[in-house]
């Protein structure tokens, strides 16, 4: 199917890890990226090619995956990693673009 | 500086039509996959549609037929024309270029343009 999905929420405390999943059958063919959004501001990607990380982005975040899992762990979550993380890939032919439905991270 | 710009958004009515543009600098859409993706009040990202180097272009269900994405190469820019316009089309859409061909992430984003369809 051509679906991804991920938890709607999660709650950590500071320092602590979240670990946030996505899975879909694609994801057996296709890498995941992940996508960090803050409220009210634009999508940065945070992850890609399922562990690659872009320039500039903090090494407590990273990326892992398991057959139709992807995770993005967040070690020692921030205050400021309070956001919207949404999980994306293509479809098994590469010509559409698939996103998770979004999971908000919560720092308590 | 590796810069997107969208424009073009606008309140306009059920069955109406529009086009918007997103102007790129520090690269050239010519040689680079380019995502249009939309985001409706308090969702999720939607994908919705992808022009690539070739000018093939690939559309969401929800758009096909309705939505046309190309490109002005002397202006280093991509348009989404929208037509028959409903109300689930409002939102603020936003173009992205892809890191490369094979890898689909979307590595630049644009500030977004917001499109409100009244019924």
């Known amino acids: 199917s051509y679906e991804l999905t991920q938890p709607p929420s999660l709650s950590v405390p500071p320092g602590q890890t979240a670990r946030i999943t996505c899975s879909g059958d694609v994801l057996r063919k296709q890498y995941g990226s992940w996508y960090q959004q803050k409220s009210g501001q634009v999508p940065v990607l945070i992850i890609y090619k399922g562990t690659e990380r872009p320039p500039g982005i903090p090494e407590r975040f990273s990326g892992s995956n398991s057959g139709t899992t992807v995770t993005l762990t967040v070690n020692g979550v921030q205050p400021e990693d309070e956001a919207d993380y949404y999980c994306q890939t293509a479809d098994s032919s590469g010509t559409r673009r698939l996103f998770g439905g979004g999971t908000t991270l919560t720092v308590l | ?119």
Request: charged share 20%.
């Open chain 2, 1 to 119: 500086e590796v810069q997107l710009v969208e424009s073009g958004g606008e309140l306009v009515q059920s069955g109406g039509s529009l086009r918007l543009s997103c102007a790129a600098s520090g690269f050239s859409v010519e040689s680079s996959s380019m995502n249009w993706v939309r985001q409706g009040p308090g969702k999720g990202l939607q994908w919705v549609s992808v022009i690539y180097s070739s000018e093939r272009t690939y559309y969401a269900d929800s758009v096909k037929g309705r939505f046309t994405v190309s490109r002005d190469d002397s202006k280093n820019t991509v348009y989404l024309q929208m037509t028959s316009l409903r109300a689930e089309d409002t939102a603020v859409y936003y173009c992205a270029k892809q890191i490369s061909f094979y890898t689909y992430a979307m590595d630049v984003w644009g500030h977004g343009t917001t499109v409100t369809v009244s019924s």
